[in-house]
């Protein structure tokens, strides 16, 4: 073998291994995420559905995610609010739109009782954990 085709098998290699590393993962959002409310474990399934569970009052989640976002819902027993309608067994619920980082290490987020506008400043912000 020559010098040349050495260097380019070798190349070639280190390559194909750069990219397969740098793949993002299929489930992206799929771990334990450390959170304002807590620790937050969520599961993303090949569609992009989540689902997920958080220490307060029994806390779920429940969403899609798209573009690094994740649009759904927190579902409580119990808040410091009733809703007029149940939402999975519950009427403790309102919405939640959290924005994935670029790297999938963390993200910014709001929600909302019920169905209801955003609340100003109900910030739900969360990192991955280690």
Not at 30 to 37: A, L, M, P
Not at 67 to 82: K, L, R
Request: negative net charge.
């Amino acid at each position: 073998m020559s010098f040349g085709f050495k260097t380019l098998t070798a190349l070639t290699l280190l390559s194909a291994a750069a990219i397969a590393q740098a793949a993002p993962p299929q489930n992206p959002v799929t771990g334990v995420w450390t959170t304002d409310f807590g620790t937050v474990t969520l599961t993303q399934n090949k569609q992009g559905e989540i689902s997920g569970s958080y220490e307060t009052d029994d806390g779920r989640i429940t969403g899609t995610v798209d573009n690094n976002v994740i649009d759904g819902f927190w579902i409580e027993s119990a808040s410091d609010y009733t809703c007029d309608t149940a939402k999975m067994g519950s009427r403790h619920w309102g919405r939640i739109r959290f924005e994935l980082n670029s790297a999938g290490t963390g993200w910014t987020g709001i929600w909302s009782y019920c169905d209801y506008d955003y609340v100003p400043g109900a910030v739900w912000n969360g990192k991955r954990s280690s």
